[in-house]
């Protein structure tokens, strides 16, 4: 939801409106972060806000952190294979991975 709301602020029809719902958006992503900071998909939504959010937000403190841990963590994730693909190819697109890494991470994926 909280992805989603910040999402939500990109079409708002003024600035403050933006910021309302980009700060509503941030605390919930944060709040679901506090209680579940082991939970990989809220992890990867966040490293998502945070890579698009416009650098005057100051919301990219977590970047590193969240895709050190969502590649560390992807391989044993209880995910479905393509819910991992997908991950894995979305963070290459953002330039967030190596296509390099990328190739190691499908490459885990895929051992028996």
């Known amino acids: 939801k909280g992805a989603l709301t910040i999402i939500k602020a990109k079409f708002a ?9 980009f700060k509503e958006g941030k605390s919930m992503i944060e709040q679901a972060v506090s209680l579940s900071p082991k939970n990989i998909e809220i992890r990867y939504l966040r490293v998502l806000m945070q890579e698009k959010s416009p650098i005057f937000l100051n919301y990219k403190e977590n970047i590193k952190e969240d895709i050190s841990f969502v ?9 479905t294979l393509k819910v991992k693909y997908k991950i894995i190819s979305n963070l290459v697109e953002a330039n967030l991975i190596s296509y390099e890494q990328k190739l190691h991470l499908f490459n885990r994926l895929n051992k028996p």
Not at 13 to 21: C, T
């Open 13 to 21: 029809p003024s600035p403050l409106k933006k910021f309302v719902f």
């Open 71 to 79: 590649v560390n963590q992807i391989v044993e994730a209880e995910l």
